[in-house]
């Protein structure tokens, strides 16, 4: 949904790099599994039938698990809005050919994905309601934490910034924040470290230092980086950035999973 990219290209180029391991990570939204005809308010979503790209996306993958047996490639997915659909949920992590499962929230209840919604117009109100909604699923979500990395928190940001330069007071939710990120501790789970806001022009990772150090004091262990790459020239982008933070925030190891597992790699 989200890329044209070629996986055989996007393979080359992280062997070019010569990446510890490269794992591919397409969207699988719970609230849009089915075809569209499935669903009431078809408005808020602009794409259906995740269920078909989720099997295309691991078959291909783990078919060109073999083909490049020499490099560290990863079967991963990234499950959008799980609880929106439990049942669909815990169907897409019991696959056995993943090896790693990404989890975020892109849209909350009664919205569209943060990428379509026009803050231009919004008060300032109107905007810390969306972020607090925001937060609270995301804490329901780790709350459930079937999965093993929280992926791009601090996302709903993005589009605000960037496009309208928005940016609201978060210290109205840092303790539902740090209540996520003590959820996942305890339960052994991750956050990524997603690059893409520096390339984008955000100016900082999702999420920046300050929940990564947050993360670390309560007793996190798991940190994953991703680029969250839709091209091919974006492949690896700022991962160096995103290691020296991860350090910066008190992390001397970050990891990539294999069968569910991590895999942790030293900080240089």
Not at 13 to 36: F, G, I, Q, S
Not at 110 to 131: C, S, V, W
Not at 190 to 213: A, C, D, H, M, V
């Amino acid at each position: 949904m989200d890329s044209e990219a070629d996986i055989r290209e996007m393979i080359e180029r992280a062997m070019e790099l010569d990446l510890a391991a490269y794992a591919v990570t397409d969207h699988c939204e719970c609230n849009c599994w089915y075809p569209k005809e499935h669903y009431e308010n078809t408005e808020l979503f602009d794409y259906f039938n995740y269920k078909d790209d989720f099997e295309a996306s691991l078959s291909a993958v783990t078919e060109l698990k073999e083909k490049y047996s020499d490099f560290n490639l990863i079967c991963g997915t990234e499950l959008g809005q799980p609880l929106a659909d439990l049942e669909i949920a815990e169907k897409c992590i019991s696959d056995s050919r993943l090896d790693f499962v990404i989890s975020s929230v892109h849209q909350i209840k009664d919205e569209k994905d943060f990428f379509y919604i026009n803050y231009y117009h919004m008060t300032t109100a109107e905007i810390n309601n969306l972020l607090e909604r925001y937060f609270s699923e995301v804490y329901e979500l780790c709350k459930w934490g079937k999965f093993d990395v929280l992926g791009h928190l601090t996302y709903c940001l993005r589009y605000m910034k960037i496009r309208n330069n928005i940016t609201p007071n978060m210290k109205l939710f840092d303790e539902i924040i740090a209540e996520s990120l003590r959820t996942l501790a305890d339960k052994g789970k991750g956050i990524e470290i997603n690059t893409s806001g520096i390339r984008q022009g955000f100016g900082t990772t999702f999420p920046s230092l300050k929940y990564i150090k947050l993360f670390r004091e309560l007793g996190g262990k798991i940190i994953s980086i991703g680029s969250d790459a839709h091209k091919v020239r974006d492949l690896g982008a700022n991962i160096a950035e995103g290691a020296e933070l991860a350090k910066a925030g008190g992390f001397n190891e970050i990891c990539y999973f294999k069968k569910r597992q991590p895999v942790f790699i030293r900080i240089n």
